[in-house]
């Protein structure tokens, strides 16, 4: 029963862009909380891939942008390539909840 | 550089367990540590952190565990542990423990969970 609502999945053909989104609500997103965007392959721990919104980490290839607007926000990812395939988490904290949250969680399929 | 948690097996419900997060080559002691679990095929999910000393080891905890897990840590040993008491079958996950290399307590989200474990797992049952 998450707060922050992605979809269960999407899919692309290399090369294509692929967009995920995360949509919270006003005691989230829309108070203002940043949002960080998580990668996770089967069987290992999620990796940082998107912070403070649209910032990415050192290391993280430029085909992944972030970006947020009210209560929702969405994760592009350009170029897709076979490696992409993998799970996708936003994450954020919630103020009525007065704790973290993770979204719902995508599964990017390349096809 | 890395996090490793350790002390996950099978519990009986009810049962008690203690979690261990071990930190190497990164900053520990200034940062929050968090827990975050995953059941098999789920999503992830928050389950609480530990601030540093600077901002008075302050803890909180999502309501699914609060009362029954306790989050602490010893700094000289660059090491965090979760108590889990009260064990229930719906708490059956890996946990990963995770760091936020600072907190901002009017924007909490604005700094990301950089390093990961790779987990450890709890499972409940009979």
């Known amino acids: 029963q998450s707060v922050l609502t992605q979809p269960p999945s999407v899919s692309g053909a290399p090369g294509q862009t692929v967009t995920i989104s995360c949509t919270g609500s006003s005691s989230n997103l829309g108070a203002g909380y940043d949002l960080s965007w998580y990668q996770q392959f089967p069987g290992t721990a999620p990796k940082l891939l998107i912070y403070?919104?649209?910032n990415r980490p050192s290391g993280v290839p430029d085909r992944f942008s972030g970006s947020k607007s009210g209560t929702s926000a969405s994760l592009a990812i350009t170029g897709l390539q076979a490696e992409d395939e993998a799970d996708y988490y936003c994450?954020?904290?919630?103020?009525?909840?007065?704790?973290?949250?993770f979204g719902t969680g995508t599964k990017v399929t390349v096809l | 550089v890395q996090l490793v948690e350790s002390g996950g097996g099978l519990v009986q419900p009810g049962g008690s367990l203690k979690l261990s997060c071990a930190a190497s080559?990164?900053?520990?002691?200034?940062?929050?540590v968090h827990w975050v679990r995953q059941a098999s095929g789920r999503g992830l999910e928050w389950v609480g952190r530990?601030?540093?000393?600077?901002?008075?080891?302050?803890?909180t905890y999502a309501a699914s565990v609060k009362g029954r897990f306790t989050i602490s840590r010893d700094d000289s040993k660059n090491t965090a542990y979760l108590q889990m008491n009260s064990l229930k079958t719906e708490d059956t996950a890996v946990y990963y423990c995770?760091?936020?290399?600072?907190?901002?307590?009017?924007?909490?989200?604005?700094?990301?969970?950089?390093?990961w474990g790779r987990g450890t797992l709890v499972t409940v049952s009979s």
């Open positions: 403070a919104n649209t």
């Open positions: 995770t760091r936020q290399i600072q907190e901002i307590v009017a924007a909490p989200a604005a700094i990301p969970f950089d390093y």
């Open positions: 994450q954020s904290y919630d103020s009525s909840l007065r704790g973290y949250v």
């Open positions: 080559g990164l900053t520990f002691s200034g940062s929050a």
């Open positions: 530990m601030s540093s000393k600077d901002n008075t080891y302050a803890t």
